[in-house]
């Protein structure tokens, strides 16, 4: 997960820093930075929204840092 180093070090953050963020252990995102283990959906996208990228790009299924456009949620109200 080279780019996860790499977006961290470009806002000179510590790793210690999107630990806390993310609330986990800087071990414990020191292993996704190394690939030693899956980082999770939920603190992935929290990466990328952080990041204002896209999960696809933290990924590396992309070279476009640019975040995919957001979706509009539709809340329905239903009167009983």
Same mark, same amino acid.
């Given at each position: 997960?080279? &780019?996860? *180093?790499?977006?961290?070090?470009? *806002? %000179? +953050?510590? @790793?210690?820093? =999107?630990?806390?963020? +993310? $609330? =986990?252990? @800087? @071990?414990?995102?020191? &292993?996704?930075?190394? %690939? %030693?283990?899956? =980082?999770?959906?939920?603190? +992935?996208?929290?990466?990328? +929204?952080?990041? $204002? !990228?896209?999960?696809?790009?933290?990924?590396?299924? !992309?070279?476009? &840092?640019?975040?995919?456009? &957001?979706?509009?949620?539709?809340?329905?109200?239903?009167?009983?």
């Amino acid at each position: 997960m080279e &780019r996860l *180093r790499d977006m961290r070090e470009d *806002r %000179d +953050l510590y @790793q210690a820093d =999107i630990a806390k963020l +993310l $609330n =986990i252990s @800087q @071990q414990t995102y020191s &292993r996704y930075e190394n %690939d %030693d283990i899956s =980082i999770d959906k939920d603190s +992935l996208i929290k990466l990328a +929204l952080f990041y $204002n !990228t896209s999960v696809d790009y933290l990924l590396e299924l !992309t070279d476009e &840092r640019k975040p995919y456009p &957001r979706k509009k949620t539709i809340v329905a109200f239903y009167c009983f």
